[in-house]
């Protein structure tokens, strides 16, 4: 079915013109039609409507089926090591050179306007598209026709690649497209006006015969070396750009779980890295079975798992030591409320002072190290006792004030605990405690209503002020 936004523009192909937009529907309806045309084109193969490119083609799956068949039949297990490391670097060079006909590809479909014909924007989204690939696989292939594939001037032309020798090496093999992508993004930086392309030329070379010898981690490192040569003056991150990207987000999902992203200054994550590298390390537990048998229990856990742990394993030592700055008047502490049912059932749930839900094992778990503060309220929420005699607001007394507020006092404001403080109020012959919470928020709020502690429920309520 056809797009209402379908014109008469474009290439003429299968006897007519055409063009689709970039509806799935006319995106289903191109396809169909080239799949029609390349059926069409190929019915004559045998006959002299075949191209060498056909009989090519036709070849090359009979040669791939034939040296799976031999290799999944155990062709390899002849082989002693050195042959075997021979066949893999073998077999490598020949997939490396199959970006070759991409680039040829993907300049023939340019030059046509094959995305004009398709009805798409760009030669990327027909590669996105037409072969399903990712939108960063279509961009970097497109990117290395661009460096290691012949161009055209504008009058016919044939020229050769802009990266020549990069081009030479991929054409024997020596280098992959992963490494074609890291040489041409650290040569693009430098790669224009202001620069000497003998140098560039040169800083090409340098990578090229780099990336025969080093993998791709360490080819990274060599390229930010080598361009950082031709231009000492900005090419490498600076100290305010990173400032600039810096940042750290994190939210907590449905389930109770938190999820979040960072990107982290050089500074910061050689801190983290160096805090975290030596808690990171897989654990190797040896036990003794009853027959005496030792027996080594092996660390199954992920690195993003033992990465997760090592994080809160430092946290927990942070708030062991107390050593943190203070919110809402007391010191950074995880305050987790749960009922004494649910304690001796081992069931439910503990709310943190954020709302958060923590089953009661891991509640159990966090106070083997926590102080239990014992707080009795009645049903209205107020707090009766909290066992201190003391009579000013402490810090106990703070925390239950979480405990029982789960943040700002005021009506309709939901400042979590970590956000607000706590307000002295003074009262005359009626046993309640002399604190109140409210969060800092503008004077506004004071003057529209104020705390009281005489309510018939013994909680503090905020009344209008006249």
């Known amino acids: 079915m056809r797009c209402s ?20 529907r006319c995106i289903l309806a191109a396809a169909a039609h080239l799949a029609a045309l390349d ?14 490119v056909d009989h090519a083609l036709d070849q090359l799956p009979t040669a791939l089926d034939h040296l799976v068949k031999v290799v999944e039949d155990g062709g390899l297990e002849g ?16 997939r490396n050179r199959l970006s070759l006909v991409d680039h040829r590809a993907i300049r023939d479909s340019e030059a046509r306007a094959l995305a004009q014909t398709v009805g798409e924007p760009s030669m990327r989204r027909v590669l996105v598209h037409l072969l399903r690939l990712s939108p960063g696989e279509a961009s970097r292939r497109l990117t290395a026709a661009g460096a290691c594939g012949e161009r055209v001037s504008m009058l016919g032309e044939v020229l050769a690649p802009s990266r020549s020798c990069l081009a030479a090496a991929q054409r024997d093999g020596q280098v992959s497209p992963e490494q074609v992508q890291i040489i041409e993004q650290a ?3 430098v790669d224009r006006i202001g620069f000497d392309p003998a140098q560039v030329e040169a800083g090409e070379r340098i990578l090229t015969d780099f990336a025969t010898t080093f993998g791709t981690k360490d080819l990274r490192h060599l390229a930010e070396r080598t361009v950082d040569a031709i231009d000492p003056d900005g090419t490498l ?10 940042h750290f987000s994190i939210r907590q999902c449905h389930n109770g779980t938190y999820t979040g992203e960072f990107r982290l200054t050089g500074s910061l994550g050689a801190k983290l890295s160096a805090i975290l590298q030596p808690l990171v390390r897989p654990s190797v537990v040896t036990s003794t079975s009853a027959d005496g048998a030792g027996h080594r229990d092996v660390d199954l856990r992920t690195l993003g798992q033992r990465n997760h742990d090592a994080l809160e394993e430092v946290c927990d030592h942070i708030l062991a ?41 891991q509640v159990l778990q966090l106070g ?9 309220m009645n049903r209205a929420g107020a707090v009766l006792t909290l066992g201190r005699t003391r009579r ?8 239950a004030l979480v405990a029982r507020d789960h943040g700002c006092s005021f009506p309709r404001l939901r400042q979590t605990a970590g956000m607000v403080l706590y307000h002295p109020f003074v009262l005359t012959g009626v046993r309640e405690w002399p604190t109140s919470r409210r969060c800092s928020k503008p004077s506004t709020i004071s003057r529209a209503a104020t705390a009281t502690s005489g309510s018939p429920t013994r909680r503090a309520a905020w009344l209008p002020t006249p």
């Open 392 to 399: 000013i607001a402490s810090t106990a007394q703070t925390l």
């Open 187 to 189: 040569l693009a930086k």
């Open 5 to 24: 936004r379908v014109s008469g523009l474009g290439a003429g192909v299968s006897g007519g013109n055409r063009s689709w937009c970039g509806n799935p």
């Open 321 to 361: 030591a107390g050593d943190v700055v203070g919110t809402g008047g007391t010191p950074a502490t995880v305050i987790v409320t749960v009922t004494l049912e649910d304690l001796l059932d081992r069931l439910g749930y503990g709310t943190t002072s954020d709302g958060t839900l923590i089953p009661v094992p």
């Open 368 to 376: 083997r190290e926590a102080e239990v503060i014992p707080t009795v």
């Open 237 to 246: 991150p600076d100290n305010q750009l990173q400032q600039d990207l810096r």
């Open 79 to 94: 082989y002693d090591d050195s042959r075997l490391i021979g066949f893999l670097q073998t077999f490598e060079r020949l």
């Open 39 to 52: 059926m069409s084109q190929r019915s004559g193969h045998s006959g002299v409507g075949a191209t060498p």
